[in-house]
T-cell receptor, first 106, second 114 residues
Framework: KNEVEQSPQNLTAQEGEFITINCSYS?????LHWLQQHPGGGIVSLFM???GKKKHGRLIATINIQEKHSSLHITASHPRDSAVYICAVSGSRLTFGEGTQLTVNP | GAGVSQSPSNKVTEKGKDVELRCDPISGHTALYWYRQSLGQGLEFLIYFQGNSAPDKSGLPSDRFSAERTGGSVSTLTIQRTQQEDSAVYLC????????????FGEGSRLTVL
């Protein structure tokens, strides 16, 4: 079992839909990161969380430390949100999930 | 520089040759990570440097891989006697230190071994 598991692996949505990507982890962490990777592009950090909830524009990230679970939500999704979303946890090292490929169709 | 800088951006080499990949982290960042990403795959941890501590080399796939970080800043990942399975994008990331700060990634070095 991977230390960081994401679901779903692939997600296709219509423009405007509300999207949720989930991340569960099994190790002790100091922080959880949500990252975005566009095709052929670099990786950018969206959020770093150690508790509670954060919001940037249409993106919301939540974490439940007791349940070892985090979610990334995208409200009013848009085709430009199409990317791979990666969950990573930092404990003794950084451990990455396998990523969720999101495709938002117009 | 303003961000994490990696070079070369692309490297094509013949099987059996040695290659060096360079990462210049954000100034002041003590934590530096090397990962690789094969086509269509997730990120695979290679090595982690934290300040002057001994690096965590547990992700290096074989003894053909080595990395060093000079003066707590620039890091070089060396792959000796390259094999075709070494073909991947090699990514470097840095953050303020192990427990703090956002992650900043370089654009990666795409290695192709023919």
């Amino acid at each position: 079992k991977n230390e960081v598991e994401q679901s779903p692996q692939n997600l296709t949505a219509q423009e405007g839909e509300f999207i949720t990507i989930n991340c569960s982890y099994s190790v002790g962490i100091s922080a959880l990161h949500w990252l975005q990777q566009h095709p052929g592009g670099g990786i950018v950090s969206l959020f770093m969380l150690s508790s509670g909830k954060k919001k940037h524009g249409r993106l919301i990230a939540t974490i439940n430390i007791q349940e070892k679970h985090s979610s990334l939500h995208i409200t009013a999704s848009h085709p430009r949100d199409s990317a791979v979303y990666i969950c990573a946890v930092s404990g003794s090292r950084l451990t990455f999930g396998e990523g969720t490929q999101l495709t938002v169709n117009p | 520089g303003a961000g994490v800088s990696q070079s070369p951006s692309n490297k094509v080499t013949e099987k059996g040759k040695d290659v060096e990949l360079r990462c210049d982290p954000i100034s002041g960042h003590t934590a530096l990570y090397w990962y690789r990403q094969s086509l269509g795959q997730g990120l695979e941890f290679l090595i982690y440097f934290q300040g002057n501590s001994a690096p965590d080399k547990s992700g290096l796939p074989s003894d053909r891989f080595s990395a060093e970080r000079t003066g707590g800043s620039v890091s070089t990942l060396t792959i000796q006697r390259t094999q075709q399975e070494d073909s991947a994008v090699y990514l470097c990331a840095s953050r303020v230190d192990r427990g703090r700060g956002e992650l900043f990634f370089g654009e990666g070095s795409r290695l192709t071994v023919l």
